[in-house]
């Protein structure tokens, strides 16, 4: 039986009809999930912004001839090298440092800065031949190379001051919504040493607060574990020196 509504749509509505379709979705259902499944399957990287951090942070140097890309969906790499670049223009090259966050075979999950600005911060996987490791504990730096007010763009900055042979780190940062909404902020704090290049500061007392921070050519690549402060408010980025601590 069909009935047709005023303006000329045609719907069926005879019982058997709209059984076999329900059947047909149901036949079609399990592909679909399967497609969509696949096509997450390939892991993503979000370099210093990861919302789950579970690898300490690492610096590596590019290595190698010519530029080294950005891929963002790296399932058809191996045979389709050009059509999983993040962009033809995201690339570093042989002398850049990168801050590696996360490690999968045969590519590391890393970010590039060229001068600590949140506007020309790059992040996606490079393959791992192109990038040579430094090793944590070989790269030391003197205690008064973390001292001083660190910043990152306006709404974070990292307070660190001498505790002995220890470091002691304050954290403020900031995220203001659209429009009127009230702003959200975050604060850390702790005290912990150095190994080689890294130092880690966790808070458990302060809901499970924990920050990396990790040397990088004259700045710090820090990175939490979103659970220092309130909605979107991150200490995760690239800071700058300020001469004082203030």
Excluded at 216 to 245: E, L, T, W
């Amino acid at each position: 039986m069909f009935r047709r509504k005023q303006w000329g749509t045609v719907v069926r509505t005879d019982p058997g009809w709209n059984i076999s379709l329900w059947l047909c979705l149901l036949l079609t259902l399990p592909g679909f999930l399967r497609g969509m499944a696949s096509a997450s399957d390939s892991p993503q990287c979000y370099g210093l912004s990861s919302s789950e951090p579970d690898e300490p942070l690492k610096v590596g140097r590019i290595v190698g001839d010519g530029p080294a890309f950005f891929h963002w969906d790296i399932r058809d790499c191996e045979t389709a090298p050009n059509d999983c670049r993040t962009s033809s223009t995201w690339y570093v090259v042989p002398g850049d440092w990168v801050v590696v966050t996360e490690s999968i075979p045969n590519f590391l999950c890393v970010e590039y800065s060229k001068n600590g600005s949140s506007k020309r911060r790059y992040s996606g996987w490079i393959p791992a031949t192109r990038i040579k490791l430094v090793p944590t504990a070989e790269e030391t730096y003197s205690q008064t190379a973390w001292l001083g007010t660190w910043r990152s763009g306006s709404t974070s900055k990292i307070i660190i001051r001498p505790d002995g042979n220890a470091l002691h780190a304050e954290g403020h940062a900031w995220w203001q919504g659209p429009h009127s909404l009230s702003p959200h902020f975050g604060d850390f704090g702790g005290t912990s040493t150095p190994t080689g290049n890294l130092v880690v500061f966790a808070a458990p007392d302060q809901g499970g607060c924990r920050v990396q921070l990790v040397q990088i050519k004259g700045m710090i690549a820090a990175q939490d574990n979103g659970r220092c402060g309130a909605i979107n408010v991150s200490f995760s980025g690239f800071y700058i020196r300020r001469p004082h601590a203030n």
